[in-house]
């Protein structure tokens, strides 16, 4: 009788210590594959061609925001506008212990904006986990004005998939506007 109270316990409790280690082992894993503050800044300051003092001001406020991104994307954009606008841009998709792979965005904004741009773009992305995720349209709001050597950011959003888009660049586009990106493998000239 008492065997067969404290069997059923016992079990319960070993299911749940043997569990216990698979857990730690992904969250590490997941840590592993995270980009520290100091390495987006790096990264970012090297490939805008600023001071890391510069860049860091930019990645606190979106590591305080969102944390540790999984994956990050630069490359160079560019675009325009007269109340509707398009932007293209491409580039690389960092993520630890993987190769960089292309990739591409297109897309339409509508909205009270007017002028054009060409910018460096350093975009963090958080909760990628595949990179086959990234290949959708993220929709955002915009409303900044580009300045040269000024960093404009800006959130978009899709399937738990937060995209952190940091500019740089010569031009002016100012105003407001609501769009997206639709990021893919190939270059394509349709913005939809």
Do not use: C
Not at 14 to 39: G, H, I, R, W
Request: net charge positive; hydrophobic share 40%; glycine share 10%.
């Amino acid at each position: 009788m008492i065997l067969s109270k404290v069997l059923p316990a016992a079990f319960a409790a070993l299911v749940m210590l043997s569990a216990t280690p698979l857990a730690n082992a992904e969250t590490v894993e997941d840590a592993a594959d995270q980009f520290s503050e100091n390495e987006i800044v790096q990264a970012a300051s090297g490939f805008f061609g600023m001071t890391t003092e510069a860049v860091a001001k930019a990645v606190q406020k979106i590591f305080s925001e969102r944390g540790l991104p999984d994956a990050y994307i630069k490359g160079e954009e560019g675009s325009g506008a007269f109340v509707v606008g398009l932007r293209y841009g491409s580039g690389y998709l960092i993520r630890k212990r993987h190769k960089p792979l292309k990739v591409y965005w297109q897309g339409p904004s509508v909205g009270f904006d007017i002028g054009g741009n060409a910018s460096k773009n350093f975009t963090l992305i958080y909760n990628l986990r595949r990179a086959d995720r990234l290949f959708q349209k993220f929709p955002g709001v915009e409303g900044s004005y580009y300045f040269i050597a000024g960093i404009g950011i800006n959130y978009q959003r899709a399937d738990e998939i937060t995209l952190a888009p940091m500019r740089t660049g010569v031009g002016l586009r100012a105003g407001v506007n609501a769009g997206y990106l639709t990021y893919t493998r190939e270059h394509t000239l349709n913005p939809f």
